[in-house]
């Protein structure tokens, strides 16, 4: 469409992203064929249905990629000479990213739920951290603990749409409202309410 910006493919980049990370967190040789299988699909669904050129989506794949090579680089702690100052330095890079490839003011909003999440997420990920480092939970416990996580986020996500509404807050105030609140939520709430469940318990070490 002539209003709507189609590169990069976003589709495609998420789905590089998501289903890379999880390929990575699992780690078996079948879920990471099954997460090749699905990246494939979704990239090949966009040309399929004529939402994106393929420059779109080769753009999206370069992006998500590099991405995903920066998450790696940081599960193998590349970045630990920087003492994690690195972490900070996103709030920088993303606001003038996203108004590189978003640049009317529609899009502001968006930008700042993503830099409010990503700086309450860090925030809330530091305070855990002082507490001490959790241990992944294993089998049927991940599967679980992984469902009530997205329970949650799912139910606040509900509840802010229609607060935010009755109260009727400004487009980038709510977009900053909402930001905090699940970005918090996903690095301190989950966690407190898992460890409540007996689903995720505190490394010894």
């Known amino acids: 469409r002539p209003d709507s ?3 990069p493919s976003g589709h495609t980049m998420m789905a590089i992203v998501f289903w890379g ?3 990575l967190e699992v780690g078996k040789r079948w879920f990471s064929i099954g997460a090749s299988i699905m990246i494939l699909g979704i990239i090949s669904s966009r040309l399929y249905l004529a939402v994106h050129d393929i420059e779109d989506v080769l753009i ?3 992006i998500g990629i590099g991405l995903l090579e920066l998450l790696i680089m940081k599960r193998r702690n590349w970045f630990r000479r920087i003492n994690g100052l690195h972490e900070w330095w996103w709030l920088l890079v993303v606001p003038f990213g996203l108004m590189l490839f978003f640049p009317d003011e529609g899009k502001v ?6 830099v409010c999440f990503y700086a309450a997420w860090i925030i809330g990920h530091r305070g855990g951290k002082r507490v001490g480092d959790f241990a992944n939970p294993s089998g049927w416990s991940r599967v679980v ?3 009530v996580g997205v329970l949650v986020v799912g139910t ?3 509840c802010l749409r229609h607060g935010l509404q009755i109260i009727s807050l400004s487009g980038s105030l709510s977009e900053a409202v909402a930001g905090f609140v699940i970005g918090g939520s996903t690095s301190l709430l989950i966690p407190w309410i898992l460890v409540k469940l007996g689903l995720l318990h505190r490394s010894k070490s």
């Open 5 to 7: 910006y189609g590169l």
């Open 145 to 147: 603990a992984g469902s």
């Open 21 to 23: 990370s999880l390929a």
């Open 109 to 114: 909003g968006k930008m700042v739920l993503v």
């Open 60 to 62: 999206g794949a370069v």
């Open 156 to 158: 606040l996500a509900m």
